[in-house]
């Protein structure tokens, strides 16, 4: 972003006073004393830190002044005590280009417009494991101004055997919700927090996910740059997209006092997730226009990204010669920014957190895929199933009958009637296919479904696909099979995708191009297996933007000649939709020495579990925890919309609890998930230690974010709305174990409950 401040020594300075900086005065008369008052106009989003190791930690602010538009000057002073009177002197390194004010104790530092007037100073040198203090100073027309008081703390050194504490938070949406759960996470001690995804979402009234009030909104000043959506009900609402509309985002969230203070009181470990660029996004492509127009945008993406560079307190990676603190615009996205990076905490801890969504392919099953269009064929199967005829033999009543070429002999008036119903129904009269691509298989049933709609409004009927001539066709899977009921919609492609179907389906497609389900990307899975494998600390931390385990339902339908039970995927959006990987993964993770903890966010829901391979009683497995969202919907809330949408769903799961029928002991759908929670808000604190790694999950209901419960006044309020779940897993073993009223319980995936007395 901007030149980097390295300081290369730490040196510990007493005074009686707080050393006024040389910023607090012209550049003309001599540095002296003058009074100094915090003002919250001039630094209206505080202070923040991150990305601390043992030797260095990065300081924020942005500095605003209504009267200068230009580069402002203003000064950084360290401490080791709140009143700052141990300071710390700073000492730039020799390619910096900032001078040195007449006191070592203070950094003069520049505000450069271009940059929003954000700062960002790392600060190298210090003390391994050691709290500092830091403030900013800007100097007015009418005297000296001070940013909020900020503490940071530094890693402990590599050989340290300390225990770490620290907590997990996603997804803080500002629209209609406060952050109440922030004010509850201030009043604990920590060492950091880790923020999963989620510190803005891109929209400012989506329906799907927020509920604007008229406290808690957003209004972008370019609304020219920005993208307009018109809902067919409800409130029109935009979408970032320019950079001015990104800013805007961070400065809003920014401005709230609960997650101000979060950032004063501790260094934040930060990767973005989807809503930081657009929901449910693969690199630089949205997902909003469900295929019905291209979405692929990679200024909409690099602005998005220097944004999030500019206002987040983070490190960065591409620079290891230190020369340069840029985010660079000029170069070509992906290559503009990389964020997938590690710390070592100690002995114990080693946190490896990755970027999941930069690199990775589209989803399998496209938005706008023509529901009939067969995608795996009899020889298809035949070959996938090779020398597992039991299994192909049950997968026969999720699969359709199929023509094997609609050109093809005898089966022109079906091809005439799909192209005459194309345009009244509004789908690709290609019917998925390339223009000139051959042979066009479709499913019989969903041709019969468009000529019987068709006849509807038609005096020329056009006889149905009788039984007879069905009897001559082969089974394949079509799209439709797969979940698809639209032609451009998110269901049955991101959402509430037929398991029993996608799996051979993800395997035959993944098998012809091993591209569409890349997750990592080959540089960054590399680096993760190689810094996993070769880390010593006792606890290998993941921070996984989205969940591990398995998420999947259980719905019987009434069918002949007996009910069917369908598997389905409650999202692709995630790892569910990349099952080959998340299993390689598993396995590389399941060998590493030493224990792996994944910890998630994304979902909306608090989860517990134990990942395995394919989901099976395989032993390649790991320990996952998953923490819900700080203020965004919860997934019960999500979920309860997508379900009311979907023609064959909102009957079979409106009345049943999301946490029912993922943990089900009956159905064992999920044997591995043992514990799920997707109607509360909040965050989980981790403590680690070389013998456990125990996560307090503190939740909070999500009709209590209505109004603020900031003051001290509400303490005993906000108290009395958080419930703590307590989960743990023990070095040696990846197993999960359960808090239950001070007796400790094993999770058995076998039976898919808690084992007594454990």
Request: proline share 5%; hydrophobic share 40%; net charge negative.
């Amino acid at each position: 972003m901007m030149r980097r401040r390295d300081f290369l020594r730490a040196t510990l300075v007493t005074a009686g006073s707080v050393v006024v900086p040389a910023a607090c005065t012209d550049d003309v008369k001599p540095a002296g004393a003058c009074a100094v008052h915090e003002d919250d106009a001039f630094f209206p989003q505080s202070v923040a830190s991150g990305d601390p190791r043992h030797d260095s930690v990065v300081l924020w602010t942005r500095l605003v002044d209504g009267e200068q538009q230009a580069d402002l000057n203003l000064a950084l002073v360290v401490a080791l005590d709140e009143a700052f009177t141990q300071l710390v002197a700073l000492e730039p390194s020799s390619d910096t280009v900032a001078t040195v004010g007449s006191s070592s104790t203070q950094f003069r530092v520049t505000a450069r417009a271009e940059f929003d007037h954000c700062v960002k100073v790392k600060v190298t040198g210090l003390s391994p494991g050691t709290t500092y203090y830091y403030r900013f100073y800007y100097t007015t027309g009418e005297g000296c101004v001070s940013s909020r008081v900020g503490r940071t703390q530094t890693a402990p050194a590599r050989d340290a055997d300390v225990p770490v504490r620290f907590a997990f938070v996603s997804g803080q949406d500002y629209i209609g919700r406060y952050y109440n759960a922030y004010a509850a996470l201030a009043k604990e001690q920590l060492d950091f927090v880790v923020h999963l995804g989620g510190y803005i979402y891109e929209t400012t009234g989506d329906p799907s996910l927020q509920a604007p009030s008229e406290q808690r909104s957003i209004s972008f000043s370019d609304v020219n740059g920005a993208i307009a959506f018109q809902p067919a009900e409800g409130a029109a609402y935009h979408a970032a997209k320019s950079l001015s509309n990104y800013r805007e985002l961070y400065k809003t969230y920014r401005s709230d006092r609960a997650l101000q203070r979060v950032h004063e009181l501790f260094p934040m470990i930060a990767v973005w997730g989807d809503h930081e660029f657009s929901n449910d996004c693969h690199g630089a492509t949205a997902a909003y226009l469900d295929g019905r127009e291209p979405e692929t945008d990679e200024y909409r993406r690099k602005a998005a990204n220097q944004a999030w560079f500019e206002y987040m307190p983070v490190d960065y990676p591409n620079d290891p010669a230190g020369d340069d603190f840029r985010y660079d615009s000029a170069v070509a996205y992906p290559a503009d920014i990389t964020i997938y990076r590690d710390f070592p905490f100690g002995q114990h801890v080693h946190l490896v957190m990755t970027d999941l969504r930069s690199y990775r392919a589209d989803h399998l099953i496209p938005e706008d895929a023509f529901p009939g269009k067969v995608v795996a064929q009899k020889a298809d199967l035949d070959l996938a199933f090779e020398g597992a005829a039991a299994e192909r033999a049950a997968l026969a009543p999720y699969m359709s009958l199929y023509i094997a070429d609609i050109d093809g002999i005898g089966w022109s008036k079906y091809k005439d009637a799909l192209e005459k119903a194309a345009p009244l129904f509004g789908f690709d009269p290609h019917l998925g296919f390339a223009q000139n691509e051959t042979p066009r298989p479709l499913s019989a049933a969903v041709v019969n479904q468009i000529v019987a709609k068709l006849n509807e409004q038609s005096a020329d009927q056009v006889p149905l696909i009788s039984a007879g001539d069905m009897a001559s066709l082969d089974l394949g899977i079509a799209y439709a099979d797969l979940g698809k009921t639209d032609y451009y919609s998110a269901l049955g492609s991101r959402y509430f995708v037929v398991k029993d179907t996608f799996d051979p389906v993800s395997t035959i497609a993944l098998t012809a191009d091993a591209a569409r389900g890349v997750v990592m990307g080959e540089a960054q899975r590399a680096w993760f297996e190689k810094t996993m494998s070769e880390s010593q600390s006792t606890w290998k931390v993941w921070g996984n933007e989205y969940r591990l385990s398995q998420l999947a339902v259980a719905i019987t339908e009434d069918a002949e000649p007996e009910p069917l039970t369908r598997h389905i995927y409650l999202s692709c959006d995630g790892w569910d939709g990349f099952r080959k990987e998340r299993n390689e993964l598993l396995e590389v993770l399941a060998s590493v020495p030493g224990n792996v903890v994944s910890i998630t966010g994304d979902l909306g829901a608090f989860l517990a579990g134990t990942p395995a391979v394919d989901n099976t009683a395989s032993t390649a497995k790991i320990v996952e925890f998953g923490g819900s969202a700080i203020s965004s919907a919860t997934y019960s809330s999500v979920l309860a919309k997508q379900v009311a949408s979907h023609p064959a769903l909102k009957g079979a799961l409106s009345e049943k609890t999301i946490d029912g029928l993922l943990v089900d002991s009956t159905t064992k759908v999920n044997p591995h998930l043992a514990f799920s929670n997707a109607s509360s808000n909040g965050f989980c604190v981790v403590e680690a230690n070389a013998d456990e790694l125990v996560v307090s999950m503190h939740m909070i209901p999500e009709d209590a974010l209505a109004a603020p419960l900031y003051e001290e006044t509400d303490a005993a309020a906000l108290e009395g709305q958080i419930t703590i779940a307590r989960y743990k897993t023990k070095a040696g073993e990846p197993e999960l174990y359960w808090d239950d009223a001070g007796s400790w319980k094993k999770w058995n995936p076998d039976t898919a409950t808690w084992d007594v007395d454990a």
